[in-house]
């Protein structure tokens, strides 16, 4: 095609239309990725409010007031939706996703940049919506995440007829955004490699992101009917779920978690690869077992279909049908302790570099087996019936989605922070902010476990109201403690953005020496990622690293064999 | 704009355009699969929904189904006029299945206020909830495929973009078939 | 660009408005086997016929028959796992009676049955060793 040259000389649109209307995938990245950020402030300052006001009930909470019992609903329902929906997944797949894959296959952009902007600016409705919802009349949803009817589709039991709406517009709309999104990464992956790059050459977090996508496009489906569904028991009176009308709201349990358990898997699978390449890159060894990791991963992927009734346990389910999911639930272990398996041979004899990603990819290598772990004992339908709905199913949950976004997150934005601003980031301020979040991070989440298996439920705005409960509260007060001390240690990563920003030092192509793509090219690649005429060839595989042909300990994919060789 | 060089590759055989609506069809598949489901279910589970399916008028529902099987051929004939180079002929049978997509609608819109005017609501009862929301996602779908047609044989008359062409028909057949099944299970089982 | 053979169009045309004729006219016939094949045997034929011939994937690469496939057999899936219990919801209390059944028969006489124990004393597993019930008479909790 002729046109491809002229396409480097056409540099997009420039100026302030640059960050509204381009195409161009690593602008696209960082829309989705500011977004993130900024929800993820929200979603932290919603969990900020509501912790305060179960270690200190009734007091008013700086900077928000006293808190309802319903906006405290209203707290816990918007703070994991927020968390899910518009953190987790923009920032770790359409973010990096976008950023990553067409760098790092040697592409010059996804193969639909207009789909990929349309993408963006449905998220970017959906965003607008999901925080609308808030500050309507009547507030905003408060029927928790799982949205179970008929609380979510009975406004005279949820008291939030506009919210409640919204709230499933909204997450409607981010699911049409990610399907559109999704489509782009896996075609791209698919069909526009560089030439020479075989499957078994491209770097395990593109596969990640495409195989998060692929799990996203397939599971979703039943739940965007039941969307529909919902929103028309809401709005027109429909009964999909009302007993009395002929409907079942069992039915959305299972719309929701089939759904819902490959969407966990959907959002750690990338933060796997994340940890994948940083670990590679600072042990300075080849990735143990390419292949292996690639089918283990391939594996959880089918599997994460055949356990979502866990969800269900006290549903009222068939105990048959709960028999056949405790067997599958438990099964799932084996290939994620596959996965870290992996790794540690990776990490074992490796020359370790300790920058602040490698910090972050080894904790949460060691916070994520605590969450796995813990997930074992609430997979066995039996002990599930004590700890469903406790505290410690919410600290569970909070051992594997804070490791997968929050640490994930940072390990893949220290890492590529180089790549995609030119300078690099101060590392002493780096590790301040990285101790100063997961150390405390632990003192909030371990007491969680104690409190739950004491008996303490989810969902309560003041555990005051049960005497039995009552006197654990010095553990709560200890909770929400850490999290201040977190969120105090979060400045660290501010400032660190803003001096970087205006003085840091410039990073060159390379400055963390890795074998991948990405790094070949400018610091931040232009417009079209590399020149036209010099797109990038593929000789070898993305782990060379100390390799014994090489006088250095790495060895760029695009580099081409020594003569004679 | 013009398009990235990375559209232009295909490291799988299958060229970008088409993979991608496979893709597509993959996705729809599982959402209409989810609705139906759901809506089987009910129906088996609740024998006394027959008496609400009795009125779904089979004739409409058959004469409709005609309508998109002739639409679906009108889309292949397109695509095989585009294979040969034929703009002008591809753009002449879209506009045909275009035609197909509005009578369609057209019918359906005729159908559904007999219904409604007979006092059969999406809420008078579980059958006419699923009834509704099934064939009306597929409506939408059917409208927005005649849209997109629209645009790709505007392009095809100027033998421009002839690819799409088979796209476009690609995706049309699958809302073809999504019917074949709506068929049965709304108007054929009484 | 042409890598697949053409079929004869109008051939599958007519033969998908045959087919169509049949399932319209299954139903006078008055038996429900007849019906129910007439309707959706034909609705499984048809879909083929448009799918493999018009949508060409008869002669599409292998990778876009397996996702097609792998979507269909998630719905299968879907199917397996849900409908069992929705479709056993009878009225507004949905008790599911047959899971009640089984379990009364896996537990014995000697106890009540409660949830903790219908989790416990699974009717395929064969051990008999269910702890005593601690608290005693307490009706299943309504969901």
Not at chain 1, 82 to 106: K, R, S, T
Not at chain 1, 442 to 469: A, M, T
Not at chain 2, 127 to 136: K, Q, V
Not at chain 3, 1 to 9: A, I, K, L, S, V
Request: charged share 10%; hydrophobic share 50%; aromatic share 14%.
């Amino acid at each position: 095609m002729a046109t491809t040259h002229d396409a480097h000389a056409d540099h997009g649109p420039q100026g302030i239309l640059k960050y509204l209307w381009s195409t161009d995938h690593k602008v696209i990245a960082q829309q989705y990725l500011w977004t993130g950020v900024a929800m993820a402030i929200i979603g932290g300052f919603m969990a900020y409010v509501f912790r305060m006001q179960l270690a200190f009930p009734g007091v008013a909470v700086p900077g928000f007031g006293v808190v309802s019992p319903g906006e405290y609903n209203a707290l816990v329902t918007n703070h994991g939706t927020i968390m899910i929906f518009w953190v987790a997944m923009p920032v770790l797949i359409a973010a990096f996703g976008n950023f990553l894959i067409p760098l790092m296959i040697g592409a010059d952009d996804m193969v639909f940049p207009r789909i990929n902007r349309l993408s963006y600016q449905i998220f970017l409705l959906s965003a607008i919506l999901i925080l609308a919802s808030q500050v309507v009349e009547g507030g905003g949803f408060g029927g928790a995440w799982t949205a179970y009817p008929p609380l979510s589709s009975m406004a005279e039991y949820n008291l939030t007829p506009l919210g409640s709406t919204l709230w499933v517009v909204a997450v409607g709309l981010e699911f049409v955004a990610f399907l559109l999104g999704g489509i782009n990464f896996i075609t791209t992956l698919m069909n526009a490699r560089a030439p020479g790059m075989k499957a078994y050459d491209i770097p395990i977090v593109c596969w990640m992101i495409v195989m998060a996508s692929i799990l996203f496009m397939l599971s979703v489906g039943p739940l965007i009917a039941g969307a529909v569904m919902l929103v028309f028991d809401q709005t027109i009176g429909t009964g999909f779920f009302n007993p009395a009308m002929g409907g079942d709201p069992i039915l959305w349990q299972h719309l929701f978690w089939f759904f819902g358990h490959p969407e966990v898997y959907v959002v750690l699978l990338p933060s796997i690869g994340v940890v994948v390449e940083i670990v590679a890159t600072f042990a300075r060894k080849k990735l143990f077992g390419y292949r292996l990791l690639l089918w283990t991963a391939i594996v959880i992927g089918v599997l994460s279909f055949f356990v979502w009734a866990h969800h269900q346990f006290i549903a009222g389910i068939d105990p048959r049908m709960a028999n056949i999911f405790t067997v599958t639930t438990l099964l799932i272990s084996i290939p994620i302790a596959e996965l870290f398996f992996v790794v540690f041979a990776t990490l074992y004899g490796g020359s370790i570099r300790f920058t602040t990603p490698m910090l972050w990819a080894l904790a949460f290598i060691a916070t994520f087996i605590i969450g796995g772990m813990t997930g074992i004992y609430l997979g066995s339908s039996g002990a599930d019936i004590y700890l469903h709905d406790t505290y410690f199913v919410l600290a569970h949950f909070h051992y594997t989605f804070f490791p997968i976004t929050i640490i994930g997150g940072f390990a893949a934005f220290t890492y590529w922070f180089p790549k995609m601003f030119g300078k690099m980031m101060d590392e002493r301020l780096g590790k301040i902010h990285f101790w100063g979040t997961v150390i405390p991070f632990n003192f909030i989440f371990i007491p969680l476990f104690i409190l739950g298996l004491g008996g303490q439920h989810r969902r309560i705005y003041n555990f005051q109201n049960f005497p039995e409960l009552a006197a654990m509260q010095p553990v709560r007060v200890l909770a929400t403690t850490a999290m201040l001390v977190m969120m105090g240690f979060q400045i660290f990563f501010f400032w660190n953005l803003i001096k970087t920003f205006r003085k840091g030092p410039p990073a060159g192509k390379n400055p963390w020496q890795s074998n991948t793509l990405e790094w070949t090219t400018d610091s931040p690649p232009p417009h079209g990622n590399w020149p036209a005429d010099r797109m990038p060839k593929v000789y070898r595989g993305p782990y060379e690293y100390g390799h014994p042909d090489r006088d250095e300990d790495f060895w760029p994919q695009d580099l081409p064999p020594a003569r004679g060789a | 704009m013009s398009k990235p060089l990375a559209t232009t590759r295909s490291a799988t055989g299958i060229p970008t355009g088409r993979l991608a609506v496979w893709w597509v069809l993959a996705s729809e598949v599982v959402i209409f699969g989810g609705l139906l489901a759901s809506y089987l279910m009910h129906r088996v589970g609740h024998p006394e929904w027959a008496e609400a399916a009795a009125a779904t008028n089979t004739w409409i529902g058959a004469f409709n189904t005609f309508v998109l099987l002739t639409s679906s051929f009108t889309a292949v004939l397109a695509h095989q006029a585009a294979e040969r180079g034929d703009g002008k002929k591809a753009a002449r049978f879209l506009t045909y299945t275009i035609g197909g997509a509005a009578t369609f609608i057209g019918v359906k819109s005729f159908e559904w206020a007999t219904e409604i005017g007979h006092g059969f609501t999406i809420t008078s009862n579980g059958f006419w909830s699923f009834y509704y929301t099934a064939a009306g996602l597929h409506a939408l779908h059917v409208i927005a495929g005649a849209i997109i047609m629209g645009f790709v044989a505007r392009d095809a008359a100027r033998n421009r973009e002839l690819h799409r062409v088979e796209l476009i028909g690609i995706y049309w057949h699958f809302v073809d078939v999504v019917w074949i099944f709506l068929f049965p299970l709304l108007y054929i089982a009484k | 660009m042409t890598e697949h053979r053409h079929p004869n169009y109008r051939k599958i045309y007519f033969t998908l408005l045959v087919l169509l004729a049949v399932s319209v006219a299954g139903p006078f016939v008055g038996i429900k086997w007849v019906t129910l094949i007439t309707a959706f045997g034909v609705a499984v034929v048809k879909a083929n016929m448009v799918i493999q011939n018009f949508m060409h994937l008869k002669w599409e690469k292998r990778i876009a028959k397996y996702v097609l496939a792998v979507s269909l057999l998630l719905m299968a899936l879907f199917w397996g796992g849900v409908a069992p219990d929705v479709m056993k919801h009878a009225g507004l209390r949905w008790t599911n009676d047959a899971a009640m059944a089984a379990t009364a028969r896996g537990i014995g006489p000697a106890h009540t049955e409660t949830s903790a124990e219908s989790h416990d004393a699974a009717p395929v597993a064969e051990h008999e060793s269910v702890p005593a019930e601690p608290a005693g008479e307490e009706p299943p909790p309504v969901p």
